[in-house]
């Protein structure tokens, strides 16, 4: 019967997702048992879990309910990890039958500081998000506003900071978010409880809104929100918020709303730089004893700076698909894989393009540049390609330094001092340098 059922869903997700995406996070799944509406599935690793349970929760709610019914529900179980006990699709009580708010909080409990990887693109909201655990509702940081791109662990964040009250205070923590707040107001209005509703929120002693920007052009939403807002402050109650953008860039939310978020302390995330992406993915690698070479992620850390969810997709992937063609993770495997997931709207400046132009202009290879070759035209053509790449880049000094041969910080140093002294000292070099600089620029 197990089979049958996952059978029937396979064909509902396959004609809702690519078929990449199908053949990569569905087809390595094994149906194990299915037991009173339960059906438990078997994935290759806790990855595989962690990537579903955020990336396809709702589509598996749809298809289980499709083919198992309203009740139906799905339990996973972890390769050689043992069973995971969340279950990804149970349907979240309303908040008209939960008795207290303290008895349901709503965070995912897998988010927290100790997970949380932080560099300098997160370290202060991580350090503010700490400071508020102390004494929720009576910091300076209330309220807190977390914003930035998809992807950079804004609702890590702000769960993380839940899950701690929650654990070491006795309060009523409330994570949501502000498309679910919608559509609970909604039902209230339809069911003719908005009194409920309203009692239900006000009595939260912290309140997590995730992705506040949903609530553009609902009005009423907004209006319900901001008395909810106004009752909670008043009271010293800690309010937490995410969005996209910052306060001021929100627009089509109200401007007396959004001056409430700008009352408190406002943060953004930042894209994490290198050694950051580096420590994400040794972390996961170590937390799940992953095997994989250090150069690998060394070259995924280089090549996938856009944000840490992306980061995190490439690991999993190549993990997915290392499970199903049983081939062992390689540089090859690693730049498919990368190819694939990271999208690039426009093409980019980055190291590898400023080599071409710069091995191209000084008529040598790029391996020369990258090997021990200690020629003059060589040198001068290494030293250059690492001052654009300083200049043109966000890349670290020892991310430019691996780009060529693997070389210290300290060498990337040198040789952008040794240009910036011959641009001083060098007609000819200078209006080089210039050409150079041209031939880069006309890509971006």
């Not at 210290?408 to 001092?417: E, K, M, N, R, Y």
Request: glycine share 4%; aromatic share 10%.
């Amino acid at each position: 019967m197990h089979l049958k059922h996952w059978g029937n869903c396979l064909s509902l997700i396959k004609t809702r997702i690519g078929i990449q995406s199908f053949t990569t996070w569905f087809k390595p799944i094994r149906p194990i048992e299915y037991k009173e509406k339960t059906l438990t599935l078997e994935v290759p690793n806790k990855f595989f879990y962690e990537w579903i349970e955020e990336h396809y929760i709702n589509l598996l709610d749809e298809v289980i309910k499709s083919v198992l019914g309203k009740n139906g529900k799905i339990q996973y179980l972890v390769s050689k990890n043992g069973k995971v006990e969340k279950k990804l699709n149970e349907i979240e009580q309303k908040f008209i039958k939960v008795s207290s708010p303290k008895k349901f909080n709503n965070l995912n409990e897998r988010f927290t500081f100790k997970n949380f990887i932080s560099g300098k693109c997160n370290s202060v909201a991580k350090a503010a998000g700490k400071r508020i655990c102390e004494n929720p509702g009576d910091n300076p940081f209330n309220p807190l506003m977390v914003y930035g791109d998809v992807g950079l662990g804004k609702t890590h964040l702000i769960q993380s900071i839940g899950n701690k009250i929650s654990k070491n205070k006795d309060l009523a923590v409330y994570y949501v978010t502000s498309e679910k707040f919608a559509n609970q107001f909604i039902d209230a209005l339809k069911e003719n409880k908005l009194k409920d509703f309203t009692k239900f929120y006000i009595n939260i002693d912290c309140l997590i809104i995730d992705d506040v920007q949903f609530f553009r052009g609902k009005a009423k939403t907004q209006e319900v929100f901001f008395h909810i807002f106004n009752q909670l402050n008043l009271n010293e109650k800690q309010i937490i918020l995410s969005a996209d953008q910052s306060p001021a860039d929100l627009n089509g939310l109200e401007q007396r709303l959004i001056s409430r978020f700008k009352s408190g302390l406002t943060l953004e995330l930042e894209k994490p730089d290198f050694e950051t992406r580096l420590d994400i993915l040794n972390h996961k690698i170590d937390n799940d004893k992953i095997k994989i070479s250090k150069d690998i992620v060394d070259y995924i850390a280089l090549q996938v700076d856009t944000n840490v969810r992306e980061l995190e997709g490439v690991l999993i992937s190549l993990l997915a698909h290392s499970t199903i063609i049983k081939k062992e993770i390689d540089l090859e495997l690693t730049k498919s894989v990368i190819n694939k997931i990271v999208k690039n709207t426009k093409k980019k400046i980055n190291i590898n393009y400023i080599q071409e132009i710069v091995s191209k202009f000084f008529s040598i290879s790029i391996e020369q540049m990258k090997d021990k070759a200690r020629k003059k035209e060589i040198v001068i053509a290494r030293q250059v390609a690492m001052y654009f790449s300083k200049d043109f880049t966000n890349n670290s000094l020892k991310s430019i330094g691996f780009h060529f041969g693997g070389r210290d910080h300290s060498t990337v140093i040198h040789a952008v001092q040794s240009v910036n002294d011959m641009i001083d000292t060098d007609s000819v070099f200078r209006n080089n340098i210039k050409e150079i600089n041209k031939r880069i620029s006309s890509m971006g």
